[in-house]
T-cell receptor
Framework: AQKITQTQPGMFVQEKEAVTLDCTYDTSDQSYGLFWYKQPSSGEMIFLIY??????QNATEGRYSLNFQKARKSANLVISASQLGDSAMYFC??????????FGAGTRLFVKA | NAGVTQTPKFQVLKTGQSMTLQCAQDMNHEYMSWYRQDPGMGLRLIHYSVGAGITDQGEVPNGYNVSRSTTEDFPLRLLSAAPSQTSVYFC????????????FGPGTRLTVT
């Protein structure tokens, strides 16, 4: 069965510093995808970044990068140069083979000025 | 292009009542899903569909029914509401192509008394 684990319920980071949000996953499939989404206090879900299981390079999107360590089954999100607007809930998600996508419990990030 | 729309935005039900949460997308996406979001538990998959006429159960399907008669619509039916179904419900859609990210509706906040 699929499983996503985010072990950090809350994180604090100083503005302009980098922060890493942890995500580990469990799957027996060879083909899967990993995602990160952001949920601001307004409630909408915003897609940030995607990593396919066969992608050899770590995904990057602007200030976001995904540190993909396949053997360790981890897919950590790195946010560089944190901004006050980065304060939000962050969810890691995994899609196996077909389309079924499940989410972790989330990490709430607080950016301090 | 409205994206993913959900109605209603808010709903209060009494225990035992039934209702349907509506979800529609105008992006011609094949894949659609329903999630519920509860504090500390992230998003949990209720049901999903990979195309018209095809649905499958997610992580927490009990007490909910779905159908997919058209590509655009994916309603979620609560058969006999219970206080444990108090939650925020999100509908999401995705195309077949990479990066397979899901587009989310604004959510429906449901309270069962």
């Amino acid at each position: 069965a699929q499983k996503i684990t985010q072990t950090q319920p809350g994180m604090f980071v100083q503005e302009k510093e980098a922060v890493t949000l942890d995500c580990t996953y469990d799957t027996s499939d060879q083909s899967y995808g990993l995602f990160w989404y952001k949920q601001p206090s307004s409630g909408e879900m915003i897609f940030l970044i995607y990593q396919g299981s066969y992608d050899e390079q770590n995904a990057t999107e602007g200030r976001y990068s995904l540190n993909f360590q396949k053997a360790r089954k981890s897919a950590n999100l790195v946010i560089s140069a944190s901004q006050l607007g980065d304060s939000a809930m962050y969810f890691c998600a995994m899609r196996e083979g077909g389309f079924k996508t499940i989410f972790g419990a989330g990490t709430r990030l607080f950016v301090k000025a | 292009n409205a994206g993913v729309t959900q109605t209603p935005k808010f709903q209060v039900l009494k225990t035992g009542q039934s209702m349907t949460l509506q979800c529609a997308q105008d992006m011609n996406h094949e894949y659609m899903s329903w999630y519920r979001q509860d504090p500390g538990m992230g998003l949990r998959l209720i049901h999903y569909s990979v195309g018209a006429g095809i649905t499958d159960q997610g992580e927490v399907p009990n007490g909910y029914n779905v159908s997919r008669s058209t590509t655009e619509d994916f309603p979620l039916r609560l058969l006999s509401a219970a206080p444990s179904q108090t939650s925020v419900y999100f509908c999401a859609s995705s195309s077949r192509g990479t990066p397979y990210e899901q587009y989310f509706g604004p959510g429906t906040r449901l309270t069962v008394t």
